[in-house]
């Protein structure tokens, strides 16, 4: 009896997977659901203000808004090694353990700088105005490189 319910335990795994791999086949992606999305808000000085998307068919688009070197719309394509390295830096990073919000009342001219990813069923979003993890801005950069790696194209 124990044998029986361990293959049927089996195969209800096995067919988990096919189906899960079959919806991804169908899709025409072969990976997990993807989204990024990067805000950053004005200050009192010359802080950039932009949106950047990335979507689940890895095209990114980026308007620059204010006090950017690329100001209107532009978009690109990220390789699906360019996006294996955002993820990886994303793990290392530590991102997907930070707190949602980063802030200290009272504090007015600071840019709010908000990342969120979406990836498979990971869903994290991070806002961070002051006093958040020391390795924010770096991953944000880091980010903007590996996209940037890519030229833009005007929309």
């Not at 079959?22 to 990067?38: A, V, Y």
Request: hydrophobic content about 30%.
């Amino acid at each position: 009896m124990r044998k029986i319910a361990i293959v049927l335990g089996i195969l209800f795994y096995l067919t988990g997977c096919k189906s899960q791999l079959e919806t991804s086949k169908e899709s025409g992606q072969g990976r997990p659901d993807f989204s990024l999305d990067i805000t950053t808000t004005p200050c009192y000085g010359k802080c950039p203000v932009y949106t950047l998307s990335i979507d689940n068919d890895l095209k990114v688009v980026y308007k620059g808004i204010m006090n950017t070197d690329l100001k209107g719309t532009f978009s690109n394509q990220l390789s699906q090694e360019q996006l294996n390295l955002i993820l990886t830096n994303l793990d290392r990073s530590g991102f997907w353990n930070w707190k949602g919000n980063y802030d200290v009342e009272g504090v007015q001219d600071f840019p709010t700088k908000t990342l969120e990813v979406n990836y498979g069923k990971k869903s994290h979003k991070v806002r961070s105005r002051v006093g958040g993890p020391a390795n924010f801005n770096p991953l944000l950069d880091d980010i903007q490189e590996i996209i940037s790696q890519n030229p833009y194209k005007k929309q």
